[in-house]
DNA sequence: CCTACCGATCGGTAGG
DNA sequence: CCTACCGATCGGTAGG
């Protein structure tokens, strides 16, 4: 959500172009996503959008970087409260579901960087990711007692890949019959993940 | 992989078309591959595709269907060998792995359905791939004694999930510099799992 | 199954 | 930032 007031004309209609080809192209991909179609959704001439960028592919690669899922989706983590990483892992998927289910174009955003740009920008992303991503590691790590032995950025990846299995998956058996699917299946994929990595208690 | 000496001359242009639109597709998306690539790499005129299909989308239709992943994943998991769970979990894990190695194109068919189809073949999928998935399922139930009660289903699906959040935590983090990529993290995401669902032992 | 074509739309630009 | 345009390419078809 851009904040008009802080930003010249020129910046706001920038973000207008970004915001318009984001939420297009989550729709249609980006192939099938056209310029005429961006400008008419960021209320401007097909030739005002050359004005802030030299081509469409710059358009995408502003909105894979700006509106990367990472950015929700880390500070998110940080902030979900917990002593134990029990507690913490809770706590932090609750969030995380609740963000997913509110943004559904998380999950097609990245499938677009990963089809039709095979992965071309992760390297970049993952710098401006990476001390984001150093914090929730380490929180792991100050809990190493109560975890089974885990090399903690593989405790962080299977937890990240908590999410994106249990997401994935439901997109998956979309067609599955209902009377199928048990209710709370998030919650069972939280206690296996949990029973997966904490040590088991000496009590 | 074809048998063109059992099909007829036309069945055999027909699956030619298919492959090319398979491997074309795969790398570039759907939006972003033309009946005229198709035509090329399928060694034919453009106005010849249309005696085998009436448009684009019905090559995409057969493409999805024939090609997805499942039909070489699901049968794999069944032959596994293995007389208890843990068993059965590490022999199919290896061969998942090693077929999902082999076959880079399985999960960006999965995205070009999920986000240029919006999934929408994907009920007509689950009905010729639910037969596949029972006995698979029930491989779980007839060994309840050595696991946590958990839903028979979700531990299928848990099962899928733990090939799915590691292939794409890959894709994701291919960015990151490799000295601080665990060695052997697959067989972690296993230890993992199995330990998620498997019951203490009472020795 | 090919040739030759259709109208529509594509990304991008010149010139103001 | 818009108007008017460029050549190229798109999905699809008629006619043989």
Redesign the pocket.
């Known amino acids: 959500m851009p904040q008009p007031s802080s930003l010249t ?2 910046e706001r ?1 920038r973000q207008t172009i970004i915001d318009a080809a984001h939420t297009l192209i989550v729709e249609q991909g980006y192939a099938g ?5 961006i ?1 008419e959704r960021a ?10 960028f ?4 710059a358009i995408f690669v502003e909105v894979i970087i700006s509106k990367h899922p990472f950015h929700q989706v880390l500070p998110l983590l940080q902030a979900a409260p917990g002593d134990t990483v029990e507690e913490f892992v809770r706590n932090a998927a609750k969030r995380m579901i609740a963000e997913l289910g509110r943004r559904p174009d998380f999950i097609k955003l990245i499938f677009v960087e990963l089809v039709e740009f095979e992965g071309r920008d992760l390297p970049r992303m993952f710098q401006v990711i990476f001390p984001q991503v150093l914090p929730l590691v380490q929180r792991f790590q100050s809990h190493e007692g109560e975890l089974r032995p885990i090399d903690p950025f593989i405790l962080f990846r299977a937890f990240l890949g908590l999410f994106i299995s249990y997401y994935m998956t439901e997109l998956l058996l979309a067609g599955i019959p209902a009377a199928l699917k048990p209710e709370n299946s998030f919650d069972s994929f939280v206690e296996i993940f949990l029973h997966g990595v904490i040590a088991a208690k000496d009590n």
């Open positions: 004309k020129g209609t996503t056209s310029m005429r179609q400008s209320g401007l001439a097909l030739g005002g959008i050359y004005n802030h030299p081509n469409k592919e």
